[in-house]
């Protein structure tokens, strides 16, 4: 224990490191079901604490979704939000949070996904606009 300048005890809580009990096979140190870096473990803590319920409100894209004018990647949101003057877990937020564990705060900002990659309709740019020019 160690003491403070008003020499009272403050505890110091214990590092624990986690144990793996199953041989890492995930690709480059990235997690099997979102793709975002891990280590020594095949499911990052995020999607493993939400395990089961990850991507829950997200829907399939469309197959052309890439070459689609109407859809704008996630990404694209988020940067203008932060040119608007909030943070990218702002417009992550509003799609439902980065785990896709919680329904969308309205119809458009629901997430699409691609693969690995996350899409939300164009027209959600413009309800971010709106949103924040209130």
Not at 7 to 12: D, F, I, L, R
């Amino acid at each position: 224990m160690k003491k403070n300048s008003k020499t009272q005890k403050v505890n110091e809580s214990a590092v624990t490191t986690p144990v793996t009990t199953f041989k890492f096979e995930g690709v480059d140190g990235k997690c099997k079901v979102c793709g975002k870096p891990t280590w020594a473990h095949e499911i990052g803590s995020t999607c493993q604490k939400h395990l089961g319920k990850v991507a829950k409100f997200y829907k399939p894209a469309p197959a052309n979704v890439r070459e689609d004018i109407q859809f704008v990647t996630l990404k694209l949101l988020c940067d203008r939000a932060e040119e608007l003057g909030k943070s990218r877990g702002f417009a992550v937020n509003l799609t439902g949070g980065d785990a896709g564990t919680k329904e969308p705060k309205s119809p458009e900002f629901q997430v699409y996904m691609d693969g690995k990659r996350k899409f939300v309709k164009a027209e959600a740019v413009a309800a971010l606009e709106k949103m924040l020019q209130n």
